[in-house]
């Protein structure tokens, strides 16, 4: 230890300048407080194995070609069935003969994929439609609402299977069955977030500069409605993953021979008592996965939003 | 300004009228979401690629026939007159023949929803029994063994996909350990034994006095129920726990505890006493998820329900039915859920 105050080079003295209470710029104070936040949730251990469960799913999907033993869809016949730990099978075969293990690993990247698309369209959605309402308010909050209040009184699955039969299955058409209802919860935070927002001073400010809707709804509604959605769209993943799992499990999701895991326990079903593990397994790995998601936006949750925090 | 405020208070109508005006006011907030959720099932039976003239007449109608049912069924029409058809039509009672069951999807749906608000209500029983004293518990005991138990459970739920869940458990209690009846509602020596009255097979049975029946359709719904409870029992608990906490952490709490009250009291008639509205609240949204998420849940147990009835549907093409069942289950979710709010205005007096 030398002098204090002096940053030392390397990690110390990054930690210095991120741990400081004067930051010198408005990228240094962002970082700052982006790393504060970071320890939080870093003292979380639930929160960090779920962290550490997606990001190993992560890399195993993208080094998926590299990591699994066989081609997922290559069928022998003559090895169909086998047990877990049957010569090379680690998690056996399926009835086709085809390495459960590596159908599991090139599964994950489908998993990723829907998540990924739906986290993507629904939040944005829900952003749009609920800043706007909040913001304009009057008719088009009355209609907009209405709207929401339409598509949450669906039950989601039930209205998902509608709309995969209507648009035809497969994974794309899931996704946006998925993103088609999941998107209300978020237009509803997100209209009050924006009406907390709307009437305080900086708007006025904002607007006295002559700043139009579009901008003060874009740079200065949106950043402040972003944490809170975030830690929505974290718990949601677990419900995202289970209704792809459960779309496919209907064979209205990812069609076989893809290796989707809610696909691959339907096609478990037929030999669940006597050849358990080909359901099971990836039973257990979308358990894990969403499970790890759950933690992780507990864990967030208590970082980006203290109010209600220890809710679930 | 003081005139104004004292004309309105003046003109305020009778407090029976405003109690009224309100009910006249949910109402037609019932109505509009209805017509809202009609129009989106519509919608997506106009996307659909299924003909629906074909749908009706089957593949070979000739030319002239095809022509007559489709100026018939009023296709040549606007849109907008099509769907104003179609309001007529569901108002009615009407949601057209299942193609499947050759009978009105309206008929269908009345014989298979008693099975379906069999198993959900069996299953909301399980979660509210279980899940609020298990929620009262964790709040109570909050960061101990039982609460970080209680959590865990929970989160557990929460992460399971339920038709994988069915399948283990059937495969565990019912191809290895015996210890429950199979798939369907009865076994097969006891199908059409009793007689229709409500639909619920174990109300039925009672009502008959056929107790052998009505112990197999107990053993047959009881692995099923266990399911959906556990689900509602998550999200039950969860919801318990977070409210006692907030009402254990108030002063008067504290001072009921100063004067020397009794824990159970405190926690019983004091917290939970005040928790009551909220917790009927949650309990009917999870009862209304239930019956939506016992879709998979019949699947895996085949179940002759409502979530069995639109799938079969959906995978045969039967339009008609899967839009009815749609509809049907829309409208069960929206009356549960301004059924909770009505009871919330109820007995919530800050919220009249």
Redesign the interface.
Known sequence: MTAVGIPEPGKPGWRQWLLTDTPTSRRHARAASLYQSWLTLKSNKLAMIGLGILVFLALVALFAPILSPYDPFAQDLGNRLQPLGADGHLLGTDSLGRDILSRLIHGSRITLYIVSLVALIAPIAGLIVGTVAGYVGGWSDTVLM??T???L???????A???V????AGIENAVLAIALTAWPPYARIARAETLSIRKSDYISAVKLQGAGPLRIITKHIWPLCISSLIVRVTLDM?GII?AA??LG????GAQPPSPEW?AM?SEG?KF??DH?WI??M??LA??TV??A???LG?GLRDVLDPK?G??? | MSATTEAKKGRQPPPFLSYLAKIAKTLGSIAVTMIGLLFVTFVIGRIMPIDPVIAVLGERATKETYDATYIAMGLDKPYIVQFFYYLWDVIQGDFGPSRLTARPVEDDIARVFPATLELATLGTLIGVFIGVPLGVLAAVKRGTLIDQIARVVALIGYSMPIFWLGLVGLLIFYGILGWVGGPGRVGIFYVDLVPTVTGMILIDSILDGQWDVFWNAVSHIILPASLLGYYSLAYISRMTRSFMLEQLSAEYITTARVKGMSEWAVIWRHAFGNIKVQLITVIALSYAGLLEGSVLTEIIFSWPGIGSYITTALLSADMNAVLGGTVVVGLVFVCLNIFSDLLYKFFDPRAQ
């Open positions: 209405r709207i209040d339409i598509f009184a669906f039950p989601r699955l039930v209205l299977l509608a709309f039969a209507a648009l035809g677990a289970l799992a459960g499990f209907l064979g209205l809610g326990i079903r669940i008592l358990w359901a099971t990836p039973g979308i358990f969403s499970l998601f759950n933690l507990d209600d220890g809710e679930l």
